[in-house]
């Protein structure tokens, strides 16, 4: 398709970003230039402490150092288990700066959920939040795991604040549950042990695999987005060129409340906002939306990113309203789509618009973007960002006119250049042109902006995370008295959408209460259904596949696009 958006790009945008991502060899580059740039600038705050740009550079070289020593290489894949706190950029640089990969794991995940990431990216070294320990316990023995960095709330927050937060933590909030795990080193003696052996640079260049970010792409279950350090520093800059007509380097501060272990708050806040020589607040728990809103007041942030969830629960906390927003300037929201009266309402009370934008884990993820100072939505997911070809083809691969729908393909340097050891899916998702194969039905109206307007797979976004129905029915079907069962995204006030799930009953005594129970203690909380309803025979089609299209239709739910 003829890129006709570029001509609507907001003055100052270029249509090209090729020579500026050049000057990056790999993410550890961009960080070097940032910390040499910005040394003295606030890089990361968390529980009222915060490091430099000077000190991001030393600590996270300290990291990369002492990964080295124990015989961390180029290429191993290094897995990174923690919310929102201090160590995660020092520890996720490190292992940049090491030539290692970043496997970016959810700490909310289930023992058997984490097994499948450790097991199916081969990481042989895991850096964990000490919360999150008792996860690990049960199957780490499955895994090929030889290193465990142990990280705790407390870390790099001082010495004073550092005990009495481990303190409170341990002791009288209860966070940390009981665990034994043999070997585990503390962050804080990896930190040390790195002052004092030596750091070698390794020789990247685009083509290396920065992360492995896990998803589920089109198809299938989770698997291992290949991101390398071309596809990432692509994107940094997209991203960077996007905003740079309303940033300005070394004055920003955005507040990071959706986790850095999601692509989304990785690449838009931490490292966009470190390009920008910002400042990034990080937000440990979002789902505390008092505390997020008393650290909003005392804070003079000028940018945040959200989900629509996050967005509504803002809106309708007490006090938010009366925070001062003179300084705000960007709002980003993705990973689901924003609602209409949720973008009406942040408008009202912040005055200032939500930048709607687009994009998947497969592209790092930025596809398209609205400029941040459009006030109409229309529910348009934005211009395509520079250097980024889209193309809308209908089911047999070929371009459909203009205005009109079909799936949403892209081409462009930001794009992964498949899954990890999966061949075969990776050709199901490119192809003959290049292009990636998102799933998404949608087009582009006159101006270049993009649309979505139906999802081609059954992929069920919850809070902006995917849920996979086979991984639902999967642990459903686990259940002696279960003997089939579909699952669906149904609207969800909070969500964007919950997951429903349909089951024929083995045993007619079995209650939606022990359904629920049961996928709970298999499934992440998000993943697990909110609604259990029993029929006597679900839907098939003539080779005896589960139609959940049908069932959609039947429970008359009208789903809602993804959005990153």
């Known amino acids: 398709m003829k890129p006709i958006w570029t001509q609507y790009y ?16 790999s993410l550890p580059a961009l960080l070097e230039e940032s910390c040499r740039q910005f040394a003295d600038n606030i890089a990361f705050s968390s529980m009222g402490a915060s490091i430099t740009y000077s000190e ?25 288990m923690m919310p929102n ?22 700490p909310l995940y289930t023992p058997s959920e984490l097994a499948h990431q450790l097991i199916d990216s081969g990481a042989q070294t895991l850096i964990i939040a000490e919360n999150f320990a008792h996860t690990l316990e049960p199957v780490l023995h499955q895994t090929g795991v030889r290193h465990i960095v142990m990280a705790s709330l407390g870390d790099l927050l001082g010495s004073l604040k550092g005990a009495l937060t481990n303190f409170a933590a341990r002791h009288i909030k209860k966070l940390v549950r009981h665990y034994t795990l043999p070997d585990v080193i503390p962050l804080k003696q990896t930190l040390a042990a790195g002052r004092s052996v030596p750091y070698t640079r390794p020789a990247l260049n685009h083509d290396d695999l920065a992360l492995l970010q896990y998803t589920g792409g089109t ?3 989770s698997k291992g987005a290949m991101l390398t350090h071309g596809n990432m520093v692509s994107n940094v800059c997209q991203a960077h060129a996007w905003v740079r007509p309303y940033l300005k380097p070394g004055q920003e501060c955005v507040v990071t409340a959706l986790p850095l272990y999601h692509v989304f708050a990785l690449t838009a806040n931490c490292l966009t906002f470190i390009k920008l020589g910002g400042r990034n607040i990080l937000i440990a728990d979002a789902r505390n939306i008092a505390g997020l809103v008393k650290t909003l007041a005392h ?7 959200g989900v629509n969830t996050l967005f509504n629960a803002l809106l309708n906390s007490p006090g938010f309203a009366k925070l001062d927003f003179s300084s705000l300037k960007a709002t980003l929201g993705g990973g689901m789509a924003v609602q209409p009266v949720i973008a009406e309402r942040w408008l009202k009370v912040t005055g ?20 941040l100072d459009r006030t109409e939505f229309d529910g348009s997911i934005g211009l395509p ?11 047999e691969g070929n371009d459909v006119p203009q205005g009109e729908s079909g799936e949403i393909c892209i081409r462009g340097p930001q794009v992964t250049r498949g899954y990890w050891n999966r061949p075969e899916e990776t050709a199901l998702v490119f192809d003959s042109d290049g292009y990636l194969h998102t799933g998404d039905i949608g087009y582009v109206n006159e101006r270049g902006y993009l649309f979505i307007n139906d999802r081609k797979k059954d992929m069920i976004i919850v809070s902006g995370f995917n849920v996979y129905p086979n991984e639902v029915e999967a642990a459903a079907m686990q259940h002696p008295g279960v003997l089939e069962a579909a699952a669906i995204g149904v609207p ?18 079995l209650t939606e209460l022990e359904i629920i129970k049961h996928c709970r203690s298999l499934l992440t909380g998000y993943k697990t259904p909110k609604q259990v309803e029993f029929r006597t025979q679900l839907p098939h089609n003539n080779v005896g596949k589960i139609l959940r299209r049908e069932l959609r239709h039947s429970d008359a739910s009208v789903t809602t696009p993804h959005l990153a």
């Open 56 to 80: 991001l550079d030393t600590l996270s070289r300290q990291f990369a150092a002492w990964l080295q020593s124990v015989g961390v290489r180029q290429g191993d894949r290094v897995a990174l």
């Open 219 to 221: 198809t299938g279950v």
């Open 85 to 106: 706190l201090l160590p995660y950029p020092v520890c996720m640089f490190g292992v940049l700066r090491a030539g290692a990969v970043v496997v970016n794991t959810n």
């Open 299 to 305: 804070e003079r942030f000028t940018a945040l990113t």
């Open 352 to 371: 200032h618009p939500i930048a709607q934008a687009y994009g998947l884990t497969e592209a790092s993820p930025a596809v398209s973007l609205n400029p």
């Open 492 to 509: 969800d006030e909070r969500s964007g959408e919950s997951v429903k799930l349909f089951v024929v009953r083995k045993d007619q005594a």
């Open 10 to 25: 907001p003055r100052g945008v270029p249509a090209d970003i090729t020579d500026e991502a050049q000057r990056y060899d």
């Open 385 to 395: 960002v520079p250097s980024t070809d889209i193309a809308i083809r209908d089911a």
